[in-house]
């Protein structure tokens, strides 16, 4: 197994409960390596309020994204295609039960970087709240490859 720096970019994994509609990026170091087809990419989140920490891991597979948030808040997501996955948010101010009704997962992979689209209804208590887009943008730091043979 080889692990390897990266740069990160998400936009549209936010969920605090408001859906303003704003559209925040996150850009983040975080390490890749390739596993039995699979890849998978670590980052740590910093929440600014508390200067607590929360360890992701995101898995990607074909037509399939896990995302594990651990620490601050914890939440095990599945994004599979075509499918309704629910799962409980759980923060420091109480529980949430999410239901993610994936509908297209898009998975394009370059020596250069993997970018990963996602597009899902997002449910909260089994109510409807949102449509939403999650857009995953990983690439090698200093120019270096994103893809590790393997």
């Known amino acids: 197994m080889m692990t390897k720096d ?10 605090d409960g408001v859906m303003d509609g704003e559209q925040l990026e996150v850009i983040t170091p975080g390490e890749y390596y390739k596993q039995n087809n699979k890849h998978y ?18 898995k990607i597979q074909n037509k399939m994204i896990d995302l594990m948030k651990k620490g601050f808040v914890n939440v095990h997501m599945v994004f599979e295609e075509n499918k309704k996955n629910m799962t409980y948010y759980n923060t420091p101010y109480g529980n949430i039960l999410i239901g993610i009704n994936t509908k297209k997962i898009t998975v394009d992979e370059s020596r250069d970087q993997i970018a990963v689209n996602v597009d899902y209804a997002l449910e909260v208590n089994y109510e409807f709240l949102a449509d939403c887009k999650i857009n995953i943008h990983i ?8 893809i590790l043979p393997g």
Not at 139 to 145: D, I, S, T, Y
């Open 6 to 15: 990266v740069l990160l970019s998400i936009t549209g994994l936010q969920f």
């Open 139 to 146: 690439r090698g730091k200093n120019g270096q490859p994103a």
């Open 41 to 58: 990419v670590l980052y740590n989140e910093v929440y600014e309020a508390t200067e607590q920490i929360t360890k992701n891991t995101i």
